[in-house]
């Protein structure tokens, strides 16, 4: 390794402690900090961020990168080098370019309009009150929109602004990309809900029974444990918001809440976050990238593919519960007594179009997400005013789910992540449905009898695959390189259409 | 605040910053960090540490303090400034030259030498292998003369090695200012245990009952709330060894363990613990000063006379239980069932002479302590060579304990300290127990019926003055002026003495 690599991975060895530091703060804030500590520990919080920032804009990582041949137009620098250097190079490269072409100026009136519109989205969200928050989003789209011209340089040039937003969350990925996976999938998802609504309702009646924390508790280990979490690497707390957090390379937390009248809520909480766990604890970029930004994952829709590909494909299918079965109905205590192992795995995956996106099923998800997809490149481009905004809303929902929100604050008021400037994000969440498909049937394609190992207890062979072919690289590839390396094709989702449309034929019956 | 003062605070605040952070990350470490993050960990805590330390010695707080006029000879600056500032600079030159003065090559070695030493000595504690740690002790105490003479300047010039350790611990002590103290002390000590043994001994064996950890755990938070923790500014968790740890100025958080067999274990250990974090949450150095060094405790002493006092004093007076005893009883479940008010209170007080010092009594400790000082400053003097120590404690330990270990693990090698470079620590220990009965005794003064408000459950009495007399100006006085201005006089041993004599009259009926 030249001195100038050396150095960058030093210096971003650094950069990761200072990051895993944070992890450390927000972790505590979310779960044990007591309450009157929050002041305070928003300045810790800020010292550490801050000195992150600073290192990673310094410019001896700009010289090293240049050093090393690394430009905007040409990340991944001397073609000399060997190709996890050249591949740490573009992730550096990257990161570098995105924190330091920004006006101070710029990023100053983008934090400040965060904090602005996020506290006037949860005002105006709590009194149904859209016109109060207008203006703020219509400011925010303004600055997104300065934010992405000043991004669009080096190899972005040219790109229109919610390309450059996109490509922030999904590296690689434009609108045109996009829209073309979502347009099939768009038609398929409306008409499997049509099949779906023609049949008789599932009954889940029953997952509302009472069920204790400390059973559920019971359940959240024993599918820890069942998944090959390593509790020495790990550990599982209670929050308001379940979430994972990496606090180092052999650190990352899980988090999961119980809902007395709904256990399925922390069953699939658990598996879904122990799915993103296993992702960054087997990320491996090759020996002298410990501890740097390749080991950074590919991406949020890949680290989406993984949680949703445990909690749904493998968490909501009759394999799983087969050899499984037994066991949760002994940890529940008597919440599934009388429930046999058909109703049961019916009851998992009712479809049933609602209002919210965080409540949704597989097949409605998808929807909420191309409805947030159109609207926001609407506004982005201009063809949608902010004011314009719920009416827009309203009818794309009729139009996708055929329900009509009674209010904004079920409606266009219910995500907070346009309040906070994170337009381009929501895809992701879709994407990640659509790689998991996509891989598992890779997956079925190395191992025929995937579903019988499954269905015999042997999770080891789902991991080691995803092990292998998505986790180990972490950020060496693009996301795109990914799933084409792994799968042997560019994404499409007519992997996840014909997951969906296998499995509702099974659950309803149509 | 003239622009010098200000940066300083300014300075300083970030320092404390960076020192909470530290708190948290270790604090994580040894409550809830998974096992195998414990190396990263440790770089994450040299990382921040070394930030920390960084900051502290830069020149600038140096040329800011000459600027304010506080040199070493003359810590307190100029006379015009206000007495708080005088008070700060005070602090802080202490601290900077501390940190300043030593060569880093001697920093570097003690650092070695501190790593090697507690390996050899986990190691000899284990095999009870004395010679095999002896040189490390020999090197050791070297190492700390070199280091006391490299501290012996300004106001500590010509002091002798072990004064200038006292004083990094005690500020303001010496050896011939503890000998004073301890020489009435270890007299009427060794009379009481005399006394004591004299008499039939207290019967304890009911505390060995067994109390489940829920059950424990509902007495600590009990204790918690009636001795007026904040529950929104510290917490209670589980640790192997129990402590008390600052991670902000509203965020103090204690811990405990629960021996199923011996519930009294985690009730006194919490009652102390609290006492530690009711100081550190109610210092309050004047407005401007808040997260400054000078919203530090005053002493090691002074916070062990704190949690001395309620663990102690109050724990175990017949006073406190007097309203809380059919609490307690209730909330251990059948732990006590049967056992009267009188037998209970007689039965945490029994005193009887041990071989560890962290399992003494109150009587006992004392002279655990003394021991402990009188061998430190004879090796410090060079009067006691590395290799006699096992000698000379088995020797003290007859002379003032009346009883002989049986190996070294339970004599000279029991304590962690030496071999960690701690020599000067140990006296802080028994000094908490001394300042503890004179604020007592101060206390009464002020509010003659001090004990019958204690019977009455009114415990914000003591808080009160505690807050008023010794918490609130943190580290603007130093610990001999806190009992001079708070109880009128030097500190002497004489009131523990009579504290102590009174209690024991009572329990063993002398």
Redesign the interface.
Known sequence: MRKEMHRLVELDR?IS??I??DA??NW?QET??????V???A??IA??EG?AHEKSIAPEVGDLLEALGSTSENPMGDPALAPAERAYLRVLRRSFDRETKLPSDLVGELAREVSLGQAAWIEARAKNDFPAFAGHLERMVELKKLQADCLAVGASAGKKPYDVLLDLYEPGSSEASMAKVFALLRGELRALLDKIASRPQVDDSFLHRNCPASNQQAISEWLMDIMSY??????L?VVAHPFTTT?????V?ITTRYLPDFFVSSLFSTMHETGHALYELDIAPGSGFE?TRLADPASMAIHESQSRLWENIVGRSAAFWKPNYASLCELAGGALGGVGFDAFVKSINKVEPSLIRTEADEVTYGLHIILRFELESALLSGSLAAKDLPAAWNEKMKELLGITPPDDSQGCLQDVHWSGGLFGYFPSYALGNLYGAQFWDAMKVAMPDLEERVARGDLGSVLSWLKTNVHASGSTYLPGEIVQRATGSALESSHFVAYLNKKYQAVYGF
Do not use: N, T, V
């Not at 390593?230 to 550990?235: E, K, L, V």
């Not at 606090?247 to 650190?251: F, N």
């Open positions: 650094e402690l200072f895993h530091i450390l703060l505590d044990y900090m007591p309450s009157k500590a002041g305070e520990r300045e810790q010292l550490i000195l390593d509790p020495g690497r790990g550990r707390d606090l180092g390379a052999s650190d937390r501890l």
